[in-house]
């Protein structure tokens, strides 16, 4: 076989790249991982004062992610700044349909958690900084790829100079936006909703009580999702509020109480008045996919593979067991003397994700098709199909275990997930 420089090239080292990395440390520690990340290591990986700021950014872990991440050995750490998710309202606002999605009624003690960007990204750090296997260049970037036998040769970017090395597969994990997936020729499809994510942290007068709520609106959807912690006073929550462009431009150009009124004008009082909003960011809504993710040597993953809507908050969880799916062909390769990247083993990693690629980016898609869409009739069909969900159990079953993450089979710690009413 080739002798290569290194086995696996991860390009991109967020939260997938770095979740990959520590996969494939933990399940096959003689593989030999490389990640090329633009931005340089942190210097405070895990410190023992953490205190999130207040303006930090959140990602809504399933209880399907929460599996994986125990089976990395990287869930104990986490919990220590996670927020349970113990109900999910969903409704439909000015209208009477309304369902309830308790992780009680299903026996788990969560439906989902809501977990501080950098706090995830720190303690991933923390976790692989332990492993010999893991190899980082930082700051660097991928500029090229050209194939070679049994593998690819990466071009680097690295300290105002060009670099190369080889290695059997190259993973690209640095987002949607990076340019390296069309640089390599991979041609994405884009569907443009029209719409925006307001992204912000705001506080309410009542405490949120674990409670999540997606909330649709003659204005476009919202989700509101609980932060601060478990405690009976936590009234943190983290927005996502869809607007159109014209209605974006309006709430940029109010100030804070400004905002607030806006908010609460299109929430309600369910959570009593919201009386603090943090810094807001915002950027343009798409359903970005590829039909094919992978070619001989490269696969894409994560946002690179596909961008979904976030209220619906499937994105990361779905990439999440992409993640798993590709780390146990990874495993069977290497077990049985493959090529890693050849496309027998990346095909077959393609194909096991298919279904659940699939059948996650329909359900993400018609949801905010059916609730986004502001006709009167279609309004009625939503409040049937909610007011439905509350009397049909097995209905309400299968939203519940999308909103999970348990949809599929679950790869790797997830296979072991309890069934949702088990």
């Not at 997936?181 to 705001?202: S, W």
């Not at 929550?237 to 804070?256: G, P, Y």
């Not at 004008?265 to 959570?271: E, M, P, Q, Y």
């Not at 519940?400 to 997930?417: C, F, K, P, V």
């Amino acid at each position: 076989m080739t002798q290569f420089d290194t086995d696996i090239v991860i390009a991109g080292g967020g939260l997938a790249g770095a979740t990959l990395a520590l996969a494939l440390a933990r399940t096959t520690p003689s593989l030999r991982v490389t990640v090329i990340e633009a931005f340089p290591l942190s210097p405070d990986a895990l410190p023992d004062d953490y205190q999130p700021s207040y303006d930090a950014r959140s990602t809504a872990l399933a209880w399907g992610s929460r599996g994986i991440y125990e089976r990395l050995g990287l869930w104990e750490r986490l919990s220590e700044q996670a927020t349970a998710i113990r109900d999910i309202h969903v409704s439909d606002r000015g209208r009477f349909g309304v369902t309830r999605l308790s992780a009680a009624e299903h026996g788990q003690p969560a439906l989902g958690y809501v977990v501080d960007n950098r706090w995830l990204g720190l303690s991933l750090m923390g976790a692989l900084l332990e492993q010999p296997s893991v190899t980082w260049r930082a700051p660097a970037r991928v500029i090229d790829v050209a194939p070679l036998a049994e593998g690819v040769r990466v071009h680097l970017s690295e300290d105002d100079a060009e670099t190369a090395l080889t290695a059997q597969c190259l993973v690209v994990a640095d987002g949607g936006r990076s340019g390296l997936r069309e640089t390599l020729g991979f041609q994405p499809r884009h569907h443009d909703y029209g719409e925006n994510a307001l992204i912000a942290n705001v506080t309410t007068e009542q405490p949120h009580g674990g409670m999540a709520w997606e909330r649709f609106t003659d204005h476009g959807p919202m989700a509101l999702l609980p932060m601060g912690g478990n405690g009976p006073a936590a009234n943190q929550s983290a927005l996502v509020w869809t607007l159109d462009d014209e209605q974006l431009d309006d709430i940029l150009s109010l100030d804070d109480a400004g905002k607030l009124g806006r908010l609460q004008a299109r929430f309600g009082w369910r959570l009593g008045r919201f009386t603090h909003i943090g810094a807001c960011q915002h950027y343009p809504l798409k359903l970005t996919t590829v039909s094919e993710s992978v070619r001989p040597g490269i696969v894409l993953v994560g946002n690179a593979a596909h961008t979904l809507h976030p209220v619906a908050g499937q994105g990361f969880n779905l990439a999440l067991r992409g993640l798993m799916a590709l780390v146990e062909r990874f495993a069977q390769a290497q077990a049985n003397g493959e090529p890693l990247g050849s496309l027998s083993v990346l095909g077959a990693y393609q194909q096991d994700h298919q279904a659940d690629w699939q059948q996650t980016v329909g359900f993400s898609d018609s949801l905010i098709r059916l609730f986004g869409a502001r006709l009167p009739v279609l309004g009625a069909a939503r409040d049937a199909g909610l007011a439905g969900l509350d009397l049909m159990p097995g209905a309400k079953r299968w939203f519940a275990r999308r909103a999970m993450g348990l949809g599929r089979r679950q790869h790797g710690a997830g296979s072991n997930a309890p069934e949702v009413g088990s």
